[in-house]
């Protein structure tokens, strides 16, 4: 999901309008705005679908009025997904005895089940199927006498995921989990602040990129005092989420300091080190593989060319919640350049591997297209565990390297040769000169090493096995 906060100039909806449309490739469901006017009071509006079609038209802007607003995008994870109601689009919203709050959640709490039942047990009344509500019943129940202190004993309690941007009658907050798994920045924009997953939409509304909040830091904006911060858990060494770098994030962004873009091409120049092959052509699978492809073929020296173009007027096929719609996607999505691929021997750099599907229709679109040879470069280690922590992955047993050795995955997909980037070479990528440190990795990075650095509690409930 993306989140994204403004506090402090006139029309504050509209910035979070544009805000999260440049967030927009973090979760395409469905999108709310909750906004606070002198006055007037809160305000908010939830709609499924994308932020252009919906938070654009002044109809909609003008009944969100004031200075201070929080948005967010949805795409299902734990929870309901595929089967997203009204209920479940955020931001959530609580009136509390020192007034009202709204949250806005990116990331999954790993204990929300946990919580719920015990929440439930105790008089707690849901409205929806979200993990991010347990929230809003935590903080009802804290006995602390203002906002953010409710918000800091709510979030001790959670485990997991979270980038949480909130808003109260005055005040703008933002914080990130323990581990900073997910990304959050602050933004200066004109005399007021702005809080957002990625910088890439503070670029859209021309705010200055100030710092990225730090994981377990806790922010707390007023018109009046600025930015006040917080460490309300017990200190520890932060685990990004390193599938941020590879692929989640946009490329136009800044993560730690390093441009995306920079960090995806650099995977492909370790990647072309890592898995040299003979070749006519580097080819990226749109739009994810291109900076590593751009990469892959500067270090090999084999030419870059676009052998497949994307239609842009689909969705990333993978937030397509059901199978079926996914399976169609493809194709429908992506086409191949038949006169410039025949004949030739064609490396494809994607970005990874989750079901196999996307792979498996470009090989054969690639051949039927008269390709001689067609040999895949992927930019992560092969995907055998699935994130508890934010990103739609699916059962393991879905995940095609959860079943099958890399051998194997390339008979399957029926490739001339199928090769990963190694976790060290994707940890010297993003920066990491010495590759992975087993003892203490620096990033998260269960979803390729099957070491959780939150113990998923519900999922292990549930019958899941590390
Ligand atoms: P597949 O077809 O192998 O299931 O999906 C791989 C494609 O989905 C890749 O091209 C990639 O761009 C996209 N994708 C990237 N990350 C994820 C993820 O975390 N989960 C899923 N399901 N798909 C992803
Ligand atoms: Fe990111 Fe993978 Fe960790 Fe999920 S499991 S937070 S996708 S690195
Ligand atoms: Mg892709």
Redesign the pocket.
Same mark, same amino acid.
């Given at each position: 999901c993306g989140v994204f906060g403004v506090i402090g100039t006139a029309e504050a909806a509209s910035f979070v309008a544009l805000g999260l449309h440049a967030l927009q490739h973090r979760g395409q469901e469905a999108g709310g705005i909750v906004t606070h006017a002198p006055g007037i009071g809160f305000n908010s509006d939830r709609r499924f679908g994308y932020i252009r079609d919906n938070f654009t038209s002044q109809d909609v802007i003008r009944n969100l009025p004031g200075p201070l607003a929080i948005g967010h995008v949805r795409y299902s994870t734990a929870g309901s997904k595929g089967n997203t109601q009204i209920r479940d689009v955020q931001p959530f919203f609580g009136e509390f005895s020192m007034g009202g709050a709204a949250i806005a959640h990116n990331g999954n709490i790993t204990n929300a089940e946990e919580l719920r039942r015990e929440l439930i047990e105790r008089g707690s009344i849901f409205q929806s199927s979200s993990d991010s509500e347990c929230i809003i019943h935590l903080m009802a129940r804290s006995l602390q006498k203002d906002i953010p202190e409710r918000m800091k004993d709510a979030l001790r309690r959670v485990e997991g %995921?979270f980038s949480v941007v909130a808003m109260t009658r005055t005040k703008l907050i933002g914080v990130r989990d323990p581990l900073g798994? $997910?990304p959050l920045v602050l933004g200066r924009l004109g005399e007021g602040w702005v809080l957002s997953s990625e910088t890439c939409a503070l670029d859209i509304i021309g705010a200055e990129f100030i710092r990225e909040i730090e994981p377990g830091e806790m922010v707390v904006i007023s018109e009046a005092e600025g930015v006040k911060s917080h460490f309300p858990f017990t200190r520890v060494p932060g $685990?990004f989420?390193? @599938?941020?770098h590879v692929y @989640?994030s946009r490329p136009d962004s800044i993560l730690g300091g390093r441009s995306v873009y920079e960090t995806r091409r650099q995977i492909g120049v370790e990647l072309a080190r890592e898995t040299p092959i003979e070749a006519d052509l580097v080819c990226p699978v749109p739009d994810s593989g291109t900076p590593a492809a751009v990469g892959f073929a500067a270090e090999s020296g084999i030419p870059f060319a676009l052998g497949i173009t994307r239609n842009q007027y689909m969705g990333r096929t993978f937030i397509e919640p059901t199978e079926q719609i996914r399976n169609m996607g493809v194709r429908l999505k992506l086409n191949v350049n038949r006169a410039l691929v025949r004949g030739k021997r064609i490396i494809l750099v994607d970005d990874s591997v989750v079901r196999g599907t996307t792979s498996r229709k470009i090989k054969e679109m690639i051949l039927d297209a008269g390709a001689a040879e067609v040999h895949f470069r992927i930019a992560s280690p092969p995907?055998a565990? +699935?994130? @508890? &922590?934010?990103?739609d992955?699916p059962d393991r047993d879905k995940l095609l390297a959860a079943r099958m050795s890399e051998d194997e995955m390339c008979d399957y997909l029926g490739v001339d040769s199928l090769k990963f980037i190694s976790l060290d070479g994707l940890y010297r990528a993003v920066g990491e000169a010495e590759g992975r440190d087993p003892a203490a990795p620096r990033?998260?990075? %269960?979803? @390729?090493s099957g070491e &959780? +650095?939150v113990k998923p509690v519900d999922m292990i409930n549930r019958g899941f096995e590390l």
């Amino acid at each position: 999901c993306g989140v994204f906060g403004v506090i402090g100039t006139a029309e504050a909806a509209s910035f979070v309008a544009l805000g999260l449309h440049a967030l927009q490739h973090r979760g395409q469901e469905a999108g709310g705005i909750v906004t606070h006017a002198p006055g007037i009071g809160f305000n908010s509006d939830r709609r499924f679908g994308y932020i252009r079609d919906n938070f654009t038209s002044q109809d909609v802007i003008r009944n969100l009025p004031g200075p201070l607003a929080i948005g967010h995008v949805r795409y299902s994870t734990a929870g309901s997904k595929g089967n997203t109601q009204i209920r479940d689009v955020q931001p959530f919203f609580g009136e509390f005895s020192m007034g009202g709050a709204a949250i806005a959640h990116n990331g999954n709490i790993t204990n929300a089940e946990e919580l719920r039942r015990e929440l439930i047990e105790r008089g707690s009344i849901f409205q929806s199927s979200s993990d991010s509500e347990c929230i809003i019943h935590l903080m009802a129940r804290s006995l602390q006498k203002d906002i953010p202190e409710r918000m800091k004993d709510a979030l001790r309690r959670v485990e997991g %995921a979270f980038s949480v941007v909130a808003m109260t009658r005055t005040k703008l907050i933002g914080v990130r989990d323990p581990l900073g798994v $997910r990304p959050l920045v602050l933004g200066r924009l004109g005399e007021g602040w702005v809080l957002s997953s990625e910088t890439c939409a503070l670029d859209i509304i021309g705010a200055e990129f100030i710092r990225e909040i730090e994981p377990g830091e806790m922010v707390v904006i007023s018109e009046a005092e600025g930015v006040k911060s917080h460490f309300p858990f017990t200190r520890v060494p932060g $685990r990004f989420c390193i @599938f941020e770098h590879v692929y @989640f994030s946009r490329p136009d962004s800044i993560l730690g300091g390093r441009s995306v873009y920079e960090t995806r091409r650099q995977i492909g120049v370790e990647l072309a080190r890592e898995t040299p092959i003979e070749a006519d052509l580097v080819c990226p699978v749109p739009d994810s593989g291109t900076p590593a492809a751009v990469g892959f073929a500067a270090e090999s020296g084999i030419p870059f060319a676009l052998g497949i173009t994307r239609n842009q007027y689909m969705g990333r096929t993978f937030i397509e919640p059901t199978e079926q719609i996914r399976n169609m996607g493809v194709r429908l999505k992506l086409n191949v350049n038949r006169a410039l691929v025949r004949g030739k021997r064609i490396i494809l750099v994607d970005d990874s591997v989750v079901r196999g599907t996307t792979s498996r229709k470009i090989k054969e679109m690639i051949l039927d297209a008269g390709a001689a040879e067609v040999h895949f470069r992927i930019a992560s280690p092969p995907t055998a565990w +699935p994130c @508890f &922590y934010g990103v739609d992955t699916p059962d393991r047993d879905k995940l095609l390297a959860a079943r099958m050795s890399e051998d194997e995955m390339c008979d399957y997909l029926g490739v001339d040769s199928l090769k990963f980037i190694s976790l060290d070479g994707l940890y010297r990528a993003v920066g990491e000169a010495e590759g992975r440190d087993p003892a203490a990795p620096r990033y998260c990075d %269960a979803c @390729f090493s099957g070491e &959780y +650095p939150v113990k998923p509690v519900d999922m292990i409930n549930r019958g899941f096995e590390l």
